[in-house]
């Protein structure tokens, strides 16, 4: 034990210069400096924090997942969407870092393909109008042989090798991964912001807001209408502005936005096509993943699919009641109607495929598939 006395320290050898002493005593023999033993103990420590410090307090960097969807919380599709994220966030707690965000705050749809292969979002739930411009495949259920046709058969040609064949050609074109199968918005109707719509005949020369997709446009060019493609999120300003006269889209999506305080008057059902939604996910990201956490997203995203339908159909459903509560009037021509122009629409169908670059093959296949089905049922 040492005792300091004045410039001296007190050890079992002896009195020795204290490192307090003047600074000539400090080159006498034996003399270690205090602050230099501080300094020496402080460098020490520090050290050991920078060598075993971050081994103990250094969190695991997680990947992240951000996922993008373009429309509002209360829609159909963010719902379903969120009902998946907050599930894989549950289950892969600490593995991966989910990050959900809605209303194009990331992106809109129509940037967010784009986003996705530029490793700008992990996974995005775009509807089938938005890819055709990187697959023009995946546009064949916007073709007039669905115009008026049940969401039945989407479903059943979907679900079957056509599904199969197209989910195959879309990952090849965008370099994604599709996640499942698809889940629905329910059928897209017109709607009236300047004049009702109770007839086809009413449809010439209106300006209809459509989302996009090369055959949204030829089918209301092909009705008399003026087409114009505009994004969500910039819808209710341009109708406030007058540049709008009509609307493609669904009762729910009407119902979310509260449209009818915008202008929305008039409805009118005809099935113009039943929009569904693709899960892709980014390629890349994908392949970082561990196949059991590839195979936890995968089967969580299946085991949502068959109620996120079966919620859309509800809202849709719904969503017509409200529509019919605010004042909107809602005029549904009856299925012969629909059926006629079906037939007229078809005879553009040719020149569609061509300019949409569908494959012929691909569309046989529809034939196909359709010819084998009980007689009738579409």
Sequence with gaps: MNIAFGTFVETSKGRLPSCDAKP???EKPGCRSVHGQALLLFCLAASACLLFGARVFA????????ISVENTPSHVQTRAVRRFADEITEKLAGK?????????ALFRDKEVIAALGRDKVEMAVPGTWQIDRYEPNAGIFLLPFFYGQPAELNHRLMDDGLGTELNRRIEQSLQAKVLGRWIDLGHAHLYGVTREIRSHEDIAGMRIRVAGGVANAMRIEAMGGLPRVIAWP???ARMAQGMVDGVLTTHETVASARLWEAGIRFAFEDREYFPQYVPLINARFWQRLSPAMRAIIADTWEQHVDSARAQAARSQTEARALLASHGVKIATPSPEVLRQWRQRLKARQPGMVATMNIDPALLK????????MPQGAF
Excluded: G, H, N
């Design 59 to 66: 969190q695991p960097v997680l990947p992240v997942m951000r």
């Design 96 to 104: 991966i870092d989910v990050r959900f965000y809605d209303s194009a």
């Design 24 to 26: 000539f005593d400090r």
């Design 234 to 236: 910039d819808l209710p």
């Design 365 to 372: 296949m529809v034939e196909q598939s359709i010819a084998d």
